[in-house]
């Protein structure tokens, strides 16, 4: 049974950073990429950045390049995401997600606020 946890979600200051982690069970960690998307609140979910199988080939969307970085852990099955200078945009549920499935986890909160 496949499981994704996102942890490391917690209220930051605007210009703050946070690193979030996605640890996945039950499929080939290693097989499969690895998508973060940030859904604000009474928005629709956004793919902000992927970390591919092929020598981790990383993508990010507009909003987040520069500024923000994925990575991952083979032998601990963990994903990471490093965001820096977080606006209080940022403020959203983020999850990650492996591709191609169709298991999410349920997302981790980070608040960005004074």
């Known amino acids: 049974q496949v499981k994704i946890v996102e942890s490391g979600g917690g209220l930051v200051q605007p210009g703050g950073s946070l690193t979030l982690s996605c640890t996945a069970s039950?499929?080939?960690?290693?097989?499969?990429?690895m998508a973060w998307y940030r859904q604000a609140p009474g928005k629709e979910r956004v793919e902000i950045a992927t970390?591919?199988?092929?020598?981790?080939?990383?993508t990010y969307d507009e909003s987040v390049k520069g500024r923000f970085t994925a990575s991952r852990d083979k032998a601990k099955n963990t994903a990471y995401l490093q965001m820096n200078n977080l606006p209080p945009a940022g403020t959203a549920v983020y999850l990650c997600?492996?591709?191609?499935?169709?298991?999410w986890g349920r997302g981790t909160q980070v608040p960005v606020s004074e």
């Open positions: 997600h492996p591709r191609p499935t169709n298991c």
């Open positions: 970390i591919g199988t092929i020598r981790d080939l990383q």
């Open positions: 039950g499929y080939p960690f290693s097989d499969f990429a």
